[in-house]
């Protein structure tokens, strides 16, 4: 028996292959699934099934095509309704691979068709669960996110949920590894742990959702505290889960398009499509296309893009890496953005170099930042999170996060410079490329961040545990 988590950072998101005796199994596979389809090759071995543990809110799974590639069929939990054909599994119904069994338990609450799927190995003892959003190491999967298709309150869900883990998984032995389908980064749940695997003992012992002589009042109450609002392409995602999908090769067909700046300008025109770049934010600063969008691909990229573009359909329009173009259209289709155009060939370079208007950001650095401070007020912005801007932040700062950022706009000067900072540049950039596409253009931008800030020597409040806030 084989097991393998393959851990996509980006998205905070366990695919797992498993294998038994030249069969094979791949449970919530990622949109581009080529990857899967080698490793069984490699490995003599036929994949057998595609397990899906849920209709996944914050990406694309890869069921649909990795389904139509090798004939495995999509297997779904209790609920399950979708527009393709799929084996909708019962409770407690097992699936042979090679030598192990695979067994659907229904365990619903954070939709009404998660399934968390059970692994007994070749002498018929538990081994591990595939909890999908169940179960995560640290915290439970928020309740929220079926309410409209579930016609229920997130009450309700967290109700169904709380006996879903007590009736399915608690019982089950301390040694049975846990495999989760998200770690922390995810907003699929609030605390979610850093770590990948674990067991069910570890849990019990850590997790506040699995304490021993809670209620299920207590549960609902703790569960549903604190939930900020879903990114906007949650549904979407979900609908595409459901209906289905392009195939990625014709994603991939469209979107790796070479434009050169003069067709590329065009194209913008005439079609409203993003220009979103996704070169190091260091390197946009300095120069970039006007209006354009700055989300760097080696940053939380993909989440960001869900969060800030939200809908899917949106036609976009590359500035990226020379040679990662694929990668950033692969990257896209993972949260469902499947509308791009093209990329600009040559990059930004070529734009610069062929007398096209270019404009940057303003950046200081901390020391000349804290220069300014010294002689005068100035207003200044944190773009981070809520948790981080409650835990500690610059004294005097106004807090306008990433994440709702529009719904700050009016709270900026129109008169005089105002400085934006994140926590160590990534974000402030995004928030700036933002501000700077809505005519907004007096904004400097702290390089390095919160962490830079600190070590300057610029008063900050004093630290408190993001764990003790409410």
């Keep these: 028996m084989k097991i393998e988590q393959i851990y996509t950072g980006c998205l905070a998101q366990g695919a797992y292959y498993i294998e038994s005796n030249g069969e094979v199994a791949i449970i919530d596979p990622l949109r581009e699934v080529s990857p899967y389809i080698k490793k069984a090759e490699d490995n003599n071995a036929t994949i057998k099934y595609i397990f899906e543990t849920h209709f996944h809110a914050d990406f694309v799974s890869g069921h649909v095509t990795l389904s139509k590639q090798t004939g495995a069929p999509i297997v779904y939990g209790p609920n399950a309704n979708p527009n393709f054909d799929a ?31 059970l692994l007994k190995d070749e002498n018929g003892n538990n081994h591990a669960i595939f909890s999908g959003d169940t179960l995560f190491l640290g915290d439970v999967g928020r309740p929220d996110l079926a309410q409209k298709a579930a016609d229920m309150t997130q009450e309700q869900l967290a109700g169904l949920l709380f006996d ?44 506040y959702a699995l304490r021993a002589n809670m209620t299920k009042e207590e ?24 209906e289905g999908y392009d195939d990625i090769d014709d994603v991939l067909e469209r979107g790796t398009r070479p434009l050169e700046p003069k067709e590329f300008e065009a194209i913008a025109n005439e079609t409203g499509a993003i220009i979103l770049d996704v070169r190091h934010q260091n390197d946009f600063v300095k120069g970039h296309i006007p209006r354009s969008i700055s989300i760097g ?18 036609p976009i ?11 950033t259209i692969i990257r896209l289709s993972r949260v ?11 990059g930004f370079e070529a734009w610069k170099h062929n007398g096209f208007e270019y404009d940057t950001i303003s950046s200081i650095s901390a020391e000349e930042f804290k220069a300014i401070l010294d002689k005068e007020d100035v207003p200044v912005f944190d773009v981070r999170k809520d948790g981080e801007f409650k835990s500690e932040h610059m004294v005097n700062a106004h807090h306008a996060s990433l994440d ?53 020597g610029i008063p900050t409040t ?9």
């Design 317 to 327: 329009l590359l500035v990226a890496p020379e040679g990662r173009e694929e990668e």
């Design 336 to 346: 469902g953005f499947d509308n791009t155009l093209g990329y600009l060939k040559g």
């Design 87 to 117: 084996i909708i599994a019962t409770d407690g119904q097992e699936f042979k691979l090679g030598n192990i069994t695979i067994v659907a338990l229904h365990t619903p609450g954070h939709t009404m068709e998660s399934t968390t799927y």
């Design 164 to 207: 879903s883990l007590r009736s399915k998984i608690m019982p089950l032995a301390d040694d049975v590894i846990v495999y989760p389908a998200h770690g922390a980064g995810s907003a699929c749940g609030k605390n979610l742990s850093k770590q990948t695997v674990g067991t069910i003992g570890e849990q019990k012992a850590t997790n």
């Design 219 to 242: 549960f609902i109450q703790e569960v549903t505290d604190g939930l900020l609002p879903p990114p906007q392409y949650f549904p979407l995602n979900v609908k595409m889960n459901k």
């Design 297 to 314: 691909i080696d940053g939380g990229f993909a989440p960001w893009v869900g969060a800030l573009i939200a809908d899917v359909k949106q």
């Design 404 to 456: 709702y950022l529009n719904d700050h706009l009016a709270e900026f000067p129109e008169d005089k410079p105002f400085y934006i900072h994140c926590a160590g540049g990534y974000r402030s950039v995004i928030a700036a490329s933002i501000l700077k596409s809505r005519g907004i253009h007096n904004l400097v931008d702290v390089a390095g961040g919160y962490a830079a800030i600190k070590n300057a």
């Design 462 to 470: 004093n630290y408190v545990c993001p764990s003790t806030l409410k």
